[in-house]
Nanobody, 121 residues
Framework: QVQLVESGGGLVQAGGSLRLSCAAS????????MGWFRQAPGKEREFVAGITGNGSTYYRTSVKGRFTISRDNAKNTAYLQMNNLKPEDTAVYYCAAAMTPSTVPAAYDYWGQGTQVTVYS
């Protein structure tokens, strides 16, 4: 069992930055592949970024060059640095853990409660 707790969301003006954190606890938490997803009102949950246990990263096209995913295995924490935020980035952001790397929500076994990110123009 792995527990995930996100933090760092908030209200930010377009062009600004936020850093989300995802603290993991539980058995072998540092060995999981981690992902960030987001869900806007009335839309499906979508993949944002992922990082494998050895640090390989992958992103959805619309956030490449603006968002950076990282992890600190000593702290069992994953991060999502979001720069040059746009109003269309507004959503609830979730972190998730999976045994294998994936961009599909169904592949993830554990989820955090989500943190709201709101970008205004």
């Amino acid at each position: 069992q792995v527990q995930l707790v996100e933090s760092g969301g908030g209200l930010v003006q377009a062009g600004g930055s936020l850093r989300l954190s995802c603290a993991a606890s539980g058995r072998s938490a540092s060995t999981y592949n981690m992902g960030w997803f987001r869900q806007a009102p009335g839309k499906e949950r979508e993949f944002v970024a992922g990082i494998t246990g050895n640090g390989s990263t992958y992103y959805r096209t619309s956030v490449k060059g603006r968002f950076t995913i990282s992890r600190d295995n000593a702290k069992n924490t994953a991060y999502l640095q979001m720069n040059n935020l746009k109003p269309e980035d507004t959503a609830v952001y979730y972190c998730a853990a999976a045994m294998t790397p994936s961009t599909v929500p169904a592949a993830y076994d554990y989820w955090g409660q989500g943190t709201q990110v709101t970008v205004y123009s």
